[in-house]
């Protein structure tokens, strides 16, 4: 007999409306998870690397590399393949992140209501 346990992960919460996915989660799912609904317009928002920074320490995240992406859809996130990296859509790229978007390796930061500031109030 062979006994299949599947483990849940549930999305990292915080005092805001962000929230840090699991590997591979969208924010659809990760805000669903928190009965929140993802907002694009905080996730598009952040086109600075102290605004990418602001997030990663809400959820105690160090980022050894900050970099714009060219246009990818599931920025911003995190992801670790040897060095931990922090990228996040160039200004002049706006609008690609969905919130349906998905990478295997990436954990996103999505905004689930409406309170998702881009620096420390």
């Known amino acids: 007999t062979t006994t299949t346990t ?3 992960c549930l999305p990292t919460t ?5 929230v840090f996915g699991c590997k591979g989660q969208a924010c659809t ?7 929140g609904t993802c907002m694009l317009a905080p996730m598009n928002g952040i086109d600075t690397g102290s605004e990418i920074l602001f997030l ?9 590399s ?7 859809s599931y920025f911003p996130g995190f992801y670790n393949e040897g060095i931990a990296r922090c990228p996040y859509n160039a200004a002049d790229k706006m609008g690609p992140t969905t919130c349906e978007s998905t990478s295997p390796v ?8 409406g309170n ?3 620096s420390a109030p």
């Open 106 to 113: 990436v954990y996103r930061f999505c905004c689930c209501g």
């Open 66 to 72: 900050i970099s714009t992406s060219v246009s990818t």
């Open 14 to 18: 915080s005092s805001y409306d962000w």
């Open 29 to 35: 799912d990760a805000c669903a998870a928190v009965s």
């Open 6 to 8: 599947t483990t849940t």
């Open 116 to 118: 998702c500031p881009l």
């Open 56 to 64: 990663a320490s809400i959820f105690s995240t160090m980022c050894s």
